[in-house]
């Protein structure tokens, strides 16, 4: 179990900086803002060559009940089922669009809905949200289809729909069950209702359960914390995924509201993800990834035993195809090898459908060099390792003497302790765990470059 420290201590004072969470790479920043509609139709029809590869999809619904003061998706109160409707027409067009540039390639292995609250939606439009994709493509039988839910605006009849509909994993919204920090971060929740909703999908079936917790949050203490990470073991969810509060400010106004007084420091901080770490792990948890947990018997448990842990936009997963399609507002698609998003708004986003063209404001086709450090950094942050031999195989280059310098920076995080090097192999330890982003930044070729003016959470 890793503790607090004062060698700890130095080394949150040492790399605690802002950084890139890397659920891609190159980050959204570094994106072509010329790259639009045509440049997306090339990659679609360049990938509905492979007609026998799978595919994943992601459909964002931007609408919650109300905007909570922590959040940091791209969403929008907006409440009328007319509203959720008139959307959900736009995404059938941009469905549309999207499946008949790709050919006969329709073979579905993952379907993930998000948001804002996907949940919010009445049955008629979540019936109408499902078919937009079932009836344009194959969804497979052992498909993982899931979906992210609010306990706040769902109900028993809801998860039944969702059950018949072919749903087989819940994410739950709960970020802290303590009433004190749901005040202070604008959501408050029943944890009444929370419960009995949970027992009633496990009633229902459902296996896939995941918890999101955030730590990190206002007014957060390790003893109120504790109290909420017992009653999720208490309850023991198949997945727990247990975030960094990301508080920036600049990026989302919204949490200009939040009291930033009573936001730990980045040792408390730590503190209460140590705390919730070793607890989890006591309690019998896989730790996978850089913040998730997993019971034993989860596919993504015995993924990562085996070194093969995938991530994307939509978490961590096994079922990800190597190419996914995002639908909807604000959206992204990675297919063909390059990144495609779409309009961040309504007001662009519609406009884009009605004129029967795609949505697309923003992408990039990527370079070779790109790939090669996409995949690096997708090992370190779900693998914590490197076999530079397999580089060598994957992109027919001298991986030593490609990534010399980026090699030659890790001797630091080595000398510190976070890591281990042997001649062709590096692991990520324990407490490197903790720095993985740090790690991960060594070999970002526009963080090198001085190319990624943004504003980026705490690595810590």
Known sequence: MIKMTPDLKKLINKYDRPGPRYTSYPMVPVWDNDFGPDDFDRLLRGAGSEAEKQLSIYLHIPFCRQRCLFCGCNTTALKKDSVHSQYLERVEREADLVFSRLGQRREISQLHWGGGTPTCLDSANTVRAFELVSKRGEIRDDAEISVELDPRVTDNDRINLLKELGF??????????????????????????????????????????????????????LESFESSIEKTIELRPDRIALYSFAYIPKMRPHQNRLDESLLPDASEKLRLFLMARGRFVEAGYEAIGMDHFVVPEDELALAARENRLRRNFMGYTVRSAEDWVGLGMSSISYINQGYAQNHGSLKDYNPALDRNELATCRGMKLSHDDLIRRYVISELMCNFRLDLKKIEDLFEIDAKAYLKDELSELE??????????EADRLAVNGTGKIF?????????????????????SRTV
């Open 168 to 221: 087989n994993r819940l994410s739950f919204g709960i970020q802290d069950f303590n009433q004190v920090v749901q005040q202070a971060i604008g959501r408050n929740q029943d944890t009444d209702k929370t419960i009995e909703l949970y027992r009633f999908s496990r009633e229902l079936g459902f296996k896939g359960i995941n918890f999101d917790l955030i730590y990190g949050l206002p007014s957060q203490t």
């Open 412 to 421: 630091e995080f080595a000398m510190d302790g976070l890591l281990e090097r």
């Open 436 to 456: 993985i982003r740090n790690i991960a930044m060594t070999f970002d070729a526009y963080l090198r470059k001085g190319k990624m003016k943004t504003q980026f």
